[in-house]
């Protein structure tokens, strides 16, 4: 799901829910483990994720598998 604003002034491609595989970037906490931080708007793909993920953190990343 693609969660719109809800905003009735937002044009409808960001105002309404999108159904759909979409993927979100979630950042851990570097100091209090298993809490996240910030996030990321929705993506759709995983490649994509993957990109903003190493994009946002300017490529220091740590995969949790």
Known sequence: MRY???DPYDD???RDDVEG???YIEFGSTVER???VSGS???PS???AI???EKATGGRVEWLR
């Open 21 to 23: 595989q979409f993927y």
């Open 41 to 43: 708007f929705a993506l």
């Open 46 to 48: 995983f490649e994509a």
């Open 34 to 36: 298993g809490k996240f």
């Open 12 to 14: 409808p491609e960001y």
């Open 4 to 6: 719109g604003t809800g």
């Open 51 to 53: 990109e903003e993920a």
